[in-house]
Each structure stands twice: as structure tokens, then as C-alpha cells.
């Protein structure tokens, strides 16, 4: 009998030791830590409510270290600190498989290789104390294989997701379970106290300059071999909202030799424009053509070059040929007010031996700014 009682005495708490430590083994052999995890907040900002421009939604990358059967789940809880923060509104949540997000590390675990499968219900529960914390609740999760990485989407619905409103980390844990098979990972987000960035420009036109002649064709009337000289004209104007302008102008002559009224059929004949910078037709028995320029703003920063001032009656400044002679005939270094007009007259005066025939001079105006 005290064999018995013996035996009994040590062989049961024996038993029972042995029994709980298997459990405890086969337990344990069912727990592990997830191979690759990452939450993709929408808003990483403290503080929002999850309503209107502040609805905060997640994308959860997740790869279990074990291969699990269906009808799983896969929870994320917050900080015990933060009850009904998180989880602004409780309610159904929708979840949404997906294959990719912005946060993908490619060639790693941390890439989202599948939708996470199954018939997926999502919900937001708060917590209400000590112990119990805001969580989502993913269910009908479908079969998953180790170390494959799953993707799913947390959008508001009735329940509604929200951020804390401290800034600085706060420890949130991920569990994938299926029946006594169960792999989690706890690790810290950030939140911030500003998550954007306002970014402004004005835009503006681009600066201009423009430029108008009021008139293509100027007629100097009839000049008389070895009589006065005659004048014509029109305007140039000018309106720019750049630092200035500048006018150029060259002639085109006989086509070979110099600018001036060219007479082109016979006896050809050029009232030359040249060959020094100014002409005066005053002077008895000369000949000659040339053009002046009005200052446009009587002491303003728009400038005539000497050679072209209509200060003296009767003086001219004489034209070149061609681009590679254009000359500088009005500019402009500083504001313009408003458009400014200057008048260009044009002088001509025939020769003692300037036979009689039509003469003509084609000038071209360039105009331009200083930007």
C-alpha cells in the first residue's frame, strides 16, 4: 500500500509536469515572429480625426514565417496609451487585397508578392482602458504560404481610422493567425506634427517688348537735280515691361556698294547714304539721303545716338547696307512708364548730275529688348 501511495505521490505530479510541458513545447513550436512586415499609412500626421481631408487609410505588408490554413486573421493594435485615438469611429472597415504599394523594397521581403487571399471582413474596435486597446480586425483570411508577402488595403467604412495626437513613436503590434498557429511583430511608427508641405508660385507673363511702325511707305515727293532737299516721315512706338528696348534699321541701296534711293533702271543712279556717320543737306550742291530720329520722352532714359538727333535742321545720320550694317538708332535702359512714340524723318536731296527717274530705298527696322 505505501508503494502505491508512493507511486502515486510522485508519479502524478510527474505526469502533470510532463503533460504542461508538451503543451507548452507544442505551443511554442506554433508561435513565431513574422518574417516581413510594414504599415503604409496614408496621413503620418497626430491628431487627425479620419473624417473628410484628414481620412487616414494603411496598406499592411505582411509575411508570415509559417504556412497557415483559412479562415485566419490578422489584427493590428495600438498603443494601450491611445484608446479610441486610433480607432476614431468603431465599425466595419473595408478590406481590400492588393499586389503593390508605393512602400515595396524590390528583391526583398518587404515587396508585396499576392493580394492577401480570402473572403476579408475588416472592423475598428476601441479600447477602454488598461489591457484593452483600438484594433482592426481582419477575418476570412484564406490559406497563406511562408515567407510569400501579402498585401491588403484598411479603408474607412463605419468604423474610421484616426491618428494619435502626440507626435513621436508609438508601438504598434501585427498578429497572423490561423487556429493555434500564430506569427506577430511588434515595432514603433512615427507620427509627426505636420505631415505636408504647401508648396507655392506665382506665375507670371514672360516679359515683352512691343514694338509698331505706324507707316510702310513714306513718299518724299519730286527733288530737283541741284534743289533743296525734302523730308518725309512716320512714327515707331514702343511699349515693353522689360528693363528696355533698342531700335536698329539698315538700308538695302543699289544692292552692291552703299544705302540710299537707288535708281534702278537706266541711267541707274544712287542717292548715297554715306559715306561718313552724318550728312548735311544744307550745304549747297550736295547730295544725299539719311534719316533722323525724335527722343521719345524729352529727357527720359530713352536715348538717340548724335549721328541720328533731329537737333539740327537739314542733318541726317546716314544708313548701311544690309544686317551686317544695321545701326543703333533709339534705346532704352531703365522703366517705361507707358508706350512711347518717336518720329523718324527721312531727308533726301538730289545732285546737280542726278538724272531724272523714280528712286527708291527700302529700310528695315529691328526691334528688340533688354531682358
Known amino acids: 500500500m505505501r508503494s502505491l501511495k508512493t507511486l502515486l505521490r510522485i508519479g502524478i505530479p510527474t505526469l502533470l509536469i510532463v503533460a504542461f510541458g508538451s503543451f507548452f513545447i507544442y505551443f511554442s513550436s506554433q508561435a513565431a515572429s513574422l518574417t516581413a512586415v510594414y504599415v503604409f499609412f496614408s496621413r503620418i500626421q497626430a491628431g487627425l480625426d479620419g473624417s473628410g481631408a484628414n481620412a487616414v487609410q494603411l496598406i499592411l505588408a505582411v509575411a508570415p514565417a509559417q504556412s497557415m490554413g483559412s479562415g485566419g486573421t490578422v489584427t493590428i493594435e495600438f498603443p494601450d496609451a491611445g484608446d479610441t485615438t486610433w480607432c476614431r469611429a468603431a465599425g466595419t472597415m473595408t478590406a481590400t487585397g492588393v499586389t503593390s504599394s508605393a512602400a515595396d523594397m524590390s528583391a526583398t521581403n518587404w515587396t508585396i508578392d499576392s493580394a492577401l487571399p480570402g473572403t476579408l471582413s475588416a472592423s475598428c474596435s476601441q479600447g477602454s482602458g488598461a489591457g484593452s486597446v483600438d484594433t482592426i480586425t481582419i477575418t476570412g483570411v484564406g490559406a497563406l504560404t511562408a ?169 541726317f545720320g546716314t544708313l548701311d547696307r544690309l544686317y551686317a550694317g544695321a545701326k543703333l538708332i533709339l534705346y532704352q535702359n531703365g522703366a517705361q512708364a507707358s508706350a512711347e512714340a518717336a518720329t523718324v524723318t527721312y531727308g533726301a536731296r538730289a545732285g546737280a548730275s542726278a538724272p531724272a527717274g523714280s528712286y527708291q530705298e527700302t529700310v528695315t527696322f529691328i526691334c528688340g529688348g533688354y531682358y
Open 147 to 315: 515567407n510569400e508577402t501579402y498585401g491588403v488595403q484598411i479603408t474607412t467604412s463605419t468604423g474610421r481610422l484616426g491618428t494619435n495626437g502626440t507626435p513621436g513613436q508609438h508601438e504598434l503590434t501585427v498578429t497572423v493567425s490561423s487556429g493555434a498557429t500564430i506569427d506577430s511583430k511588434t515595432f514603433k511608427v512615427q507620427l509627426v506634427s505636420n505631415d505636408q508641405v504647401v508648396v507655392s508660385a506665382t506665375v507670371s507673363d514672360a516679359p515683352s517688348v512691343t514694338c509698331s511702325i505706324s507707316s510702310n511707305s513714306v513718299n518724299l515727293g519730286t527733288l530737283y537735280p541741284g534743289g533743296a532737299y525734302a523730308v518725309g516721315s512716320h512714327t515707331i512706338t514702343t511699349n515693353t515691361s522689360v528693363a528696355g528696348y533698342y531700335w536698329a534699321a539698315y538700308g538695302t541701296g543699289d544692292g552692291s556698294s552703299d544705302a540710299g534711293l537707288w535708281k534702278s533702271a537706266a541711267t541707274t543712279h544712287l542717292i548715297q547714304s554715306g559715306p561718313g556717320a552724318t550728312l548735311d543737306l544744307t550745304v549747297p550742291g550736295s547730295e544725299g539721303f539719311g534719316m533722323t530720329v525724335s527722343d521719345p520722352d524729352a529727357g527720359g532714359s530713352a536715348v538717340v545716338p548724335s549721328n541720328f538727333s533731329d537737333a539740327s535742321a537739314g542733318t
